[in-house]
């Protein structure tokens, strides 16, 4: 009785690490607690998998295992005989990837410790759900209370209410939504708007999968109420829209979308033609409405085909390589390029010619393309605006193909699963590895915390939904 109490205290304890490992995963430099505590959960879950010692599913993840460790492999082959920086590599692999690993190895250890246990991956689960949850009230409250600040301040920025939340079509220059994005690092928890938007997405998917799973298969794993999801979810939705990522809006419709498609496949034996019809034309409909609104919310997207042709021509416009140095070009109209537009098709033209050159990899790296191009043209910029890029340029041609393997492997793990038990661990896992395979193309994510929170969620829900069918016999409310 008295180790199994221990144990107990253990996994509680587990529980509160976890909770403030995700609490501070995102906020902006505080790396040496996130490494601590990631180290402690580590440790501390990998303990108690070794006094329980459950069956270890490796048949069921042997590819991804495998691929994983090959991709490693490789990463660590391009460092030491194919890199011009071999030092330089090897020290973002350590403080990089390793780090990764460390995350993919704790979440796999949580999930086979908590499966000891009934009710453990709900537990878990809904500690993830509450830190996010409270992220998202936070960015909530802040906003509110800024935007009232500033529409009650005589002395204020404007007075109009409707232009601080940026409805009216003169908000996109003015507005405190419009301001708040240039002082987010100043107010807010994470560093960037963008960063805030993959925390909200997240939380947003976590819903999507307990509504799913509630509506189509009359289950449940979060202990709430109906009403406090929806509330939940009004929460999400208005933190999507302060942080209005275009990124996030092209990642949420894929899910969307494949969602939808999921909830067609579910009724396809219950709908006549005419039902069917109808959902497969609101299904269609709604990336054009999702679009639509991120396109009337984001002045960036009215002038991105005027940039395409601007941002290619490399050769005449070369604030790509240093916006300090160099100028941003005009566009015919003679407003200054969006450096958003501008920046991401410049480097990833540039980027593609580095592919063809050095097929093989350069070396692994969080900031490979400014590397590169200082290696050729003697500048220094930033990263290239793609996790996707990044990785080409680092690891070449086969580290791009093993890391799409091992995207691919998790897909068919959580498919397969899902197919068996109709999991929410299962559903959830496809919509994650979903929405971080459309996302790395667009933002730089497979780097620091948020290339940890994947691995770990990944590696945490691929062990559970192989293992048990996270408490899908609880009856839906």
């Known amino acids: ?103 993919m190895l704790a979440g796999g250890l949580a999930a086979l410790a908590l499966a000891r246990t009934p009710g453990g991956t709900t537990r878990a689960i809904v500690v993830v759900f509450g830190v996010l949850l409270a992220h998202t009230l936070y960015t909530d409250a802040v906003t509110i209370r800024g935007i009232f600040e500033a529409w009650l301040d005589p002395e204020g920025r404007l007075v109009p209410l409707v232009r601080h939340i940026g409805i009216s079509p003169d908000s996109t220059d003015y507005g405190y939504l419009t301001l708040l994005r240039h002082e987010w690092k100043d107010v807010m928890l994470t560093d960037g708007p963008d960063k805030s938007n993959l925390l909200s997405n997240l939380l947003l998917y976590l819903l999507l999968a307990e509504f799913f799973v509630r509506f189509v298969h009359h289950r449940r794993l979060l202990p709430f109420s109906g009403t406090f999801l929806f509330l939940a979810l009004a929460a999400v939705l208005f933190s999507l829209y302060i942080e209005r990522a275009r990124n996030g809006f092209a990642e949420l419709i894929v899910v969307l979308l494949l969602l939808g498609g999921l909830l067609l496949h579910a009724y396809r034996g219950r709908l006549n033609r005419r039902t069917l019809g109808l959902g497969i034309a609101v299904l269609l409909m709604l990336p054009f409405a999702i679009g639509y609104i991120s396109y009337k919310t984001d002045p960036r997207w009215q002038s991105l085909w005027q940039t395409v042709p601007i941002a290619f021509d490399t050769q005449s416009h070369k604030a790509w390589m240093d916006q300090n140095k160099y100028s941003m070009p005009f566009l ?134 192989v293992r048990t069918p996270d408490d899908k016999t609880v009856p839906a409310a």
Do not use: C
Request: no cysteine; charged share 15%; net charge positive.
């Open 332 to 465: 015919p109209s003679g407003e200054q390029v969006s450096g958003s537009n501008y920046l991401r098709l410049a480097r990833a033209k540039v980027s593609l010619e580095f592919v063809r050159e050095h097929p093989w990899g350069m070396g692994f790296g969080r900031n490979i393309f400014g590397h590169a191009v200082k290696r050729k043209y003697g500048e220094n910029p930033s990263h290239s605006h793609s996790g996707l890029i990044d990785m080409a340029l680092g690891t070449g041609i086969p580290g791009v193909l093993l890391w799409g393997a091992f995207l691919a492997s998790i897909g068919y793990v959580a498919g397969k699963a899902y197919v068996r038990a109709r999991s929410y661990s299962a559903l959830l896992l496809v919509l994650l590895v979903t929405s971080y395979s459309v996302r790395m193309v667009l933002d730089s994510i497979i780097r620091d915390h948020m290339l940890q929170m994947f691995l770990f969620l990944a590696a945490f829900l691929a062990v559970a939904a």
């Open 1 to 103: 009785m008295t180790a199994e109490r221990t144990l107990r205290t253990l996994e509680i304890t587990g529980l509160v690490l976890l909770a403030l490992l995700f609490a501070v995963w995102p906020v902006a430099h505080t790396i040496s607690l996130r490494d601590l505590l990631l180290v402690l959960v580590l440790l501390l879950f990998g303990y108690l998998v070794w006094r329980a010692r459950p069956a270890m599913p490796w048949r069921e993840l042997v590819w991804l295992s495998g691929l994983y460790a090959a991709l490693t492999l490789w990463i660590v082959v391009v460092a030491l005989f194919i890199s011009e920086e071999t030092a330089w590599s090897l020290g973002e692999i350590r403080g990089q990837w390793l780090k990764g690993l460390f995350a």
